[in-house]
C-alpha cells in the first residue's frame, strides 16, 4: 500500500522556521521524484518545489527560492521541506507528492496532476 505521511506543520511567527517531513512507503521511494505542493484556502493548489529521484537537482517556485530547501534521504524514505524566513503568505496546507514519470526537461513538473502519490497534508499557518 503506498503511502506517504506528512509532519512538522504547525502555527509559528512570521520570520521562523519549520522543517517539514514526508514518510513515503510502499513503493520504491528512491526510483521516485519528490513535489511539495500547498493549497491556502480558496486557491488552487500550487508548486512549491521538486528534487529528482536521485537528488540531483534542486527545483523551486519563485516565491519560496532562497528560503526554502527540499531534500531527501533515500535510505530512509524521507523527503524533507526546511523552510526558513516564513511569511503569512506561506500559510496553507502543504502536501508532499511523488511520481516516477515526472519530466523535469520541461515545466510539467510544476503540474500537480504529474504526480500519482500524495499525502494527506499537513498545515502551516504563520501569523504575522
Known amino acids: 500500500q503506498v503511502q506517504l505521511v506528512e509532519s512538522g506543520g504547525g502555527l509559528v511567527q512570521a520570520g521562523d522556521s519549520l522543517r517539514l517531513s514526508c514518510a513515503a512507503s510502499?513503493?520504491?521511494?528512491?526510483?521516485?521524484?519528490m513535489g511539495w505542493f500547498r493549497q491556502a484556502p480558496g486557491k488552487e493548489r500550487e508548486f512549491v518545489a521538486a528534487?529528482?529521484?536521485?537528488?540531483?537537482?534542486?527545483y523551486y517556485a519563485d516565491s519560496v527560492r532562497g528560503r526554502f530547501t527540499i531534500s531527501r534521504d533515500n535510505a530512509k524514505n524521507l523527503a524533507y521541506l526546511q523552510m526558513n524566513s516564513l511569511k503569512p503568505e506561506d500559510t496553507a496546507v502543504y502536501y508532499c507528492?511523488?511520481?516516477?514519470?515526472?519530466?523535469?526537461?520541461?515545466?510539467?513538473?510544476?503540474?500537480?496532476?504529474?504526480?500519482?502519490?500524495w499525502g494527506q497534508g499537513t498545515q502551516v499557518t504563520v501569523s504575522s
Open positions: 507528492a511523488s511520481d516516477n514519470k515526472v519530466s523535469f526537461y520541461t515545466t510539467r513538473y510544476l503540474r500537480p496532476d504529474e504526480y500519482d502519490y
Open positions: 528534487m529528482r529521484w536521485d537528488g540531483g537537482r534542486t
Open positions: 510502499g513503493f520504491t521511494f528512491g526510483n521516485y521524484a
